[in-house]
């Protein structure tokens, strides 16, 4: 369901429609059920790289992973009863992007999810490659969402630029969040918010 939603028009299949403008306005009944799978980046826990962890507290997410590491996962479980963190290895750049997240996607397909989500910024060839994936799980029987955000935090000032990658992940099991949030204060960028997105996701009935 990646794509632009006007909120004056009817949604034309059961999904998830929501606008960013205010946190507060989301009126979602929490469900606290859903899986994530969230590929961590950045540990300084008792975690150790390239590895699966089932997590369902954010206290024993700060053990795993140190406190300054789980915002993504906090987000998840806002919602979702459980999030499964991959632990990616050290030092993602553009030369090892590609190795590192196919570990990703190997590790997630034997896991149930119902929605996927990076932590922080990946590339547009990653997102690239998260669509291609979401294709060859349906060919395996699975399915499940994944929720994007911006490849870069310029592109949340301009909603055409979020656009524009909407049709380029326009896919049925996909979610763009072209914009980000003020919470409590603070200001997330469009890739913060997609795990929380994710969480709603993954709560929601439908899944």
């Known amino acids: 369901m990646s794509g632009y939603f006007n909120p004056n028009e009817e949604a034309v299949r059961p999904g998830l429609y929501l606008r960013f403008e205010e946190l507060a306005k989301m009126q979602l009944k929490k469900e606290g059920t859903g899986v994530v799978g969230i590929p961590l980046k950045t540990f300084t826990g008792t975690a150790v790289a390239n590895k699966v962890y089932h997590v369902e507290k954010i206290e024993d997410a700060k053990v795993l992973f140190g406190d300054a590491n789980v915002k993504s996962i906090e987000f998840a479980l806002e919602n979702a009863a ?52 979401l294709d060859e799980a349906k060919k395996e029987g699975r399915e499940f969402t994944v929720v994007f955000g911006a490849p870069d935090v310029l592109e949340d000032a301009d909603p055409a630029l979020g656009d524009a990658r909407s049709l380029r992940l326009k896919h049925t099991d996909a979610v763009n969040v072209i914009n980000g949030l003020k919470i409590d204060g603070v200001d997330y960028a469009s890739y ?16």
């Open 192 to 207: 913060d918010i997609a795990p929380l997105i994710a969480g709603l996701v993954a709560a929601t009935p439908m899944n």
């Open 82 to 133: 459980k999030v499964i963190v991959y632990t990616v290895e050290a030092h993602i750049d553009p030369a090892t992007e590609m190795a590192a997240f196919d570990k990703v996607r190997v590790a997630f397909d034997t896991e149930f999810i119902n929605a996927f989500s990076y932590d922080g910024v990946v590339s547009a060839v990653e997102q690239d490659r998260a669509i291609r994936w």
